[in-house]
């Protein structure tokens, strides 16, 4: 294991970062901001422009000739129903952000446009945003990268690496090799913050539901590292063991909660207020989503600027720092679809879901006016105490908290698990089964670097952390797509 | 200072397009070729 270099090299730059945070949080988390601010005004239109094109890329190749190829044989069959493939790659690709931001984002987003805009229209803009943040251009994102690796993996048999689709497109040559290397270690790196990123969010949501299920006030770090401790536990044993099926279970049973929370506060609340948001977001969101994803405000003022810096270009950052992620997950349980089967799927069904799930949540928020009702400053200061405080304003509010502290909880274990695993598999070149010992090691590394951002203290603080690590991700998904568009052209289409 | 890293980062984004293109239109040996 120790002759590995990639291993080796990865692993000293994650835990350089964790001990630096850990040692300094707040340099660390100032360094990050003065470094994103920087490179995200200097590339922000090229950040939105690579979502945009990945998005129009997608759709392109669902709808051409090559939506017809198959990934894998001609033979091979999906392995999972569509509705468990679907659910997968949802639980996957969303997981704890969705409880997260599920009625804070909407609510932010409000109280910033409410204070040049009218609240009836800064409520649907509001919404529209949201759904814009997590609809097509996330998932063409998620998409596109896990087509990649998934063509070059079913289809030219290449190990399910990053690096895989230059090193067969251009030949085993040195230069490929150098950058393979630097590909897979930069992808490590990306994945290792982003999770470590949402271990920290989890905790935060987590710590904010137990402070309100026991009325437990001004809970600080003491009970966040309670829940981190309890969680590094429960994470500990599925890596020890191979679990793949009770993990797939616990994924499912996360999912089901958020589902049955979605329909409670669907039903219990002002279900046709509910829908007439839905369905005016669907028109919107459709309308305008394609018109948005060039838009970058240049000539607007500071604050906008500020705004959908802090906002639409993290959060676009963030998908593209998951991409190798998810994409490598989305890519494993996708053997035997087609193009089109695969990129229709993966865009369509979650960014559905998306809207019922924003709208719904930020409905309530918006319902009677409620967003006014709440105290702006916990919703700007702490903004994942948001969905527990609209939460307690209805019917069985206890039952409902303890739910989202569970689905949290369960998100968090099993994206950690799944993390380790792909960290561990990139570590040791592609090894669909890498040793306990590597699994345990990222394990750890997960748990170290997810301390730093729980030690930072403020969800701000751990998303500029991952945009950071995203900044060079961005012209390695360009280059890999590039890799695929190449391969296309020697295909003969069925 | 902020106006010659801004100049440098966007050179750099222009520079990695250029090589994007110019490695979707070059040949490739015949021997990577598939299918």
């Not at chain 1, 399910?160 to 067969?168: A, D, N």
């Not at chain 1, 001004?218 to 020890?240: D, K, N, Q």
């Not at chain 1, 590394?445 to 969800?459: D, K």
Request: neutral net charge; aromatic residues 14%.
């Amino acid at each position: 294991m120790f002759r590995n270099p990639l291993l080796l090299t990865a692993l000293s730059l994650t835990a350089a970062v964790s001990v630096w945070g850990l040692i300094d949080t707040q340099g660390l988390a100032e360094f990050a901001a003065g470094m994103v601010t920087v490179t995200l005004k200097s590339r922000g239109w090229f950040v939105m422009l690579t979502a945009s094109m990945m998005l129009i890329v997608s759709i392109w190749l669902a709808l051409s000739r090559f939506g017809r190829i198959k990934l894998g044989r001609s033979e091979d069959e999906p392995e999972f129903s569509t509705f468990s493939w679907l659910a997968m790659m949802f639980a996957a690709g969303m997981g704890v952000g969705l409880l997260f931001y599920g009625a804070a984002e909407p609510i932010s987003h409000f109280l910033f446009l409410n204070q040049g805009m009218p609240a009836q229209d800064a409520a649907s803009q509001a919404l529209f945003l949201t759904y814009f943040h997590w609809g097509l251009h996330a998932w063409a994102i998620y998409g596109l990268t896990g087509l990649v690796i998934a063509y070059f993996m079913f289809r030219r048999q290449a190990p399910p690496l990053i690096s895989s689709p230059v090193r067969i497109v251009f030949g085993d040559k040195p230069w490929t090799r150098t950058i393979g290397w630097i590909m897979d270690l930069l992808a490590i790196y990306a994945i290792a913050i982003g999770l470590a990123g949402s271990i920290a969010l989890g905790v935060f949501q987590v710590q904010d539901g137990v402070a309100a299920l026991f009325n437990i006030q001004g809970a600080g770090l003491g009970l966040g590292l309670t829940i981190f401790a309890v969680l590094c536990l429960a994470y500990t044993l599925p890596l020890l063991v191979d679990l793949s099926k009770g993990m797939g279970a616990l994924s499912n049973t996360a999912i089901l909660i958020a589902i049955s929370l979605m329909l409670f506060v669907l039903l219990v609340g002002p279900t046709h207020f509910f829908m007439r948001g839905i369905v005016e977001g669907f028109g919107n969101y459709f309308t305008h989503v394609l018109s948005q994803g060039f838009q970058t405000y240049p000539f607007h003022q500071e604050a906008v600027d500020n705004y959908f810096t802090d906002w639409t270009l993290n959060y676009m950052l963030w998908w593209l720092a998951w991409a190798p992620f998810v994409g490598v997950f989305i890519a494993r349980i996708s053997k035997g679809r087609t193009i089109r089967e695969f990129l229709l799927g993966v865009l369509l069904a979650p960014t559905v879901f998306s809207i019922f799930w924003f709208g719904i949540f930020g409905g309530m928020g918006f319902y009677q006016g409620a967003a006014n009702l709440l105290d702006k400053t916990v919703v700007q200061t702490n903004i994942n105490s948001t969905t527990f405080l609209l939460l307690e304003t209805m019917p069985l509010s206890r039952l409902t908290i303890a739910a989202t502290v569970l689905a949290a909880f369960l998100f968090i274990v099993t994206s950690v698990v799944s993390a380790a695993y792909v960290l561990a598999m990139f570590s040791t070149g592609g090894d669909q089964n890498p040793p306990v010992k590597v699994k345990l090691m990222w394990g750890v590394i997960l748990g170290a670097l997810g301390l730093v951002m729980i030690l930072s203290g403020s969800a701000e603080a751990v998303r500029q952390i991952i945009a950071l690590s995203a900044n060079p991700f961005v012209f390695i998904i360009i280059f890999i797509i590039m890799c695929l568009l190449k391969a296309l052209k020697n295909e003969r289409t069925p | 200072m902020n106006n010659l890293i801004d100049t440098l980062l966007n050179v750099g984004i222009f520079v990695f397009i250029g090589l994007m293109l110019w490695l979707y239109f070059k040949a490739v040996p015949e021997k990577n070729k598939d299918s």
